[in-house]
């Protein structure tokens, strides 16, 4: 069973940046690759990001491309995802994940964080 925990949203101003976090715990053969979603209420969950947990490979949605960057840290289980130059339509509930594909969709996830509130103003 693998334990995932998100932080680091805020509210932040057009053309700022923050890093959200994401701490797992918990070991499966499943989880090789990470990722981030986002969701706005009343609209489907979208991916964002994800990687590999060697680094390898690492793909991001076109809306936030040359904008974020996705990350990790091993020997702290802790990936990461730096945001930069947000837009007010970046504004949504982020979630970590944990999958086996980096085929960007959710049914290759199997572990989710909680979500943090990213809420960008304009």
């Known amino acids: 069973q693998v334990q995932l925990v998100d932080s680091g949203g805020g509210l932040v101003q057009a053309g700022g940046s923050l890093k959200l976090s994401c701490v797992a715990s918990g070991r499966s053969w499943r989880t090789t690759v990470m990722g981030w979603f986002r969701q706005v209420p009343g609209k489907e969950r979208e991916f964002v990001a994800q990687?590999?947990?060697?680094?390898?490979?690492?793909n991001y949605a076109n809306s936030v491309k040359g904008r974020f960057a996705i990350s990790a840290d091993n020997a702290k289980n802790t990936m990461y995802l730096q945001m930069n130059n947000l837009k007010p339509e970046d504004t949504a509930l982020y979630y970590c994940?944990?999958?086996?594909?980096?085929?960007?969709?959710?049914?290759?996830?199997?572990?989710w964080g909680q979500g943090t509130q990213v809420t960008v103003s304009s």
């Open positions: 994940a944990a999958g086996s594909s980096l085929s960007g969709e959710e049914k290759n996830y199997y572990y």
């Open positions: 990687m590999t947990w060697n680094g390898d490979h690492s």
